[in-house]
């Protein structure tokens, strides 16, 4: 609609900004170039470090975390992983705590792959599991709206268990087909080799997101074991 967006990086340790896009040098799709004064490099497993005037000296009256921020060499440690263009442009993607370690030690950064999988608008919520496993698993949150337009489609009662729904040999092909597409741009190791449905969508009320709205990782690997021991036993 004619307004430009120019997308930027920063934390409170760093006096928030670190990097931005501006109108003559921007890329879209990256939080831009770290601003005059400010360094930012990569460490071996892509978490984003940070050195400049803007970064904080360490909390309050808490000398373990912060010794714990710094590295050796005195970068700050953002939790970020990303990732930096040769032009200097630097694109988040993921937090580190999020990201899975396969069983075969292959890193995997969940966010991208599950925004991928949100494309098809009968899926509200993808959650990707697979820390310390073989291969990649999907969990999947069915958007209410559409999960209620295809049960109508298809004669079946509104109020339908989503994971019977998805059962519809249609829907399950409609899903499959996804997978499969987003697999394809993709290497082995960061595949989807099998899915299931939530019974309900995640939400804050259940515990299973933050008030952000972020995806409570730990509590979904818990509250859902046996459903995602059945997509390994297959």
């Known amino acids: 609609i004619g307004v430009p967006i120019l997308e930027g990086y920063g934390l409170t340790e760093t006096s928030a900004p670190v990097t931005l896009n501006t109108l003559a040098n921007r890329q879209i799709g990256t939080v831009g170039r770290p601003l ?18 803007g ?13 714990e921020a710094f590295d050796g060499d005195g970068w700050f440690k953002t939790g970020d ?7 200097g ?6 937090r580190k705590k999020d990201l899975i370690i396969t069983a075969g030690g292959k890193n995997i950064a969940p966010q991208p792959i599950e925004g991928q999988l949100r494309r098809d608008p009968l899926i509200e919520q993808a959650v990707l599991i697979g820390d310390r ?7 999947f949150g069915l958007d209410p709206e559409v999960h ?10 509104a109020d339908m268990d989503p994971a019977r729904l998805a059962e519809v040999p249609e829907i399950k092909a409609r899903i499959d087909r996804m997978v499969a597409a987003i697999n394809a741009e993709r290497p082995s190791f960061e595949q989807v080799k099998s899915w299931g449905v939530l019974p309900a969508p ?11 709205l972020k995806v409570k990782r730990r509590e979904i690997q818990t509250r859902y074991a046996r459903l995602i021991d059945r997509l390994y036993e297959s």
């Not at 490099?41 to 984003?48: M, N, T, Y």
């Not at 970064?55 to 010794?67: D, I, K, L, M, R």
């Not at 992983?81 to 032009?87: H, K």
């Open 36 to 53: 005059p004064g400010t360094e930012v490099r990569l460490a071996s497993d892509g978490e984003v470090l940070v050195k400049g005037p």
């Open 55 to 67: 970064v904080f000296s360490g909390y309050f009256a808490n000398p373990s975390a912060t010794a």
């Open 81 to 87: 992983i990303g990732t930096m263009s040769r032009t």
């Open 89 to 94: 442009f630097l694109t988040i993607t993921d």
């Open 133 to 139: 496993r073989p291969y990649l698993v999907a969990l």
């Open 148 to 157: 209620r337009s295809l049960a109508a489609e298809h004669a079946l009662g």
């Open 202 to 212: 995640l939400s804050v009320e259940t515990g299973e997101l933050t008030p952000t």
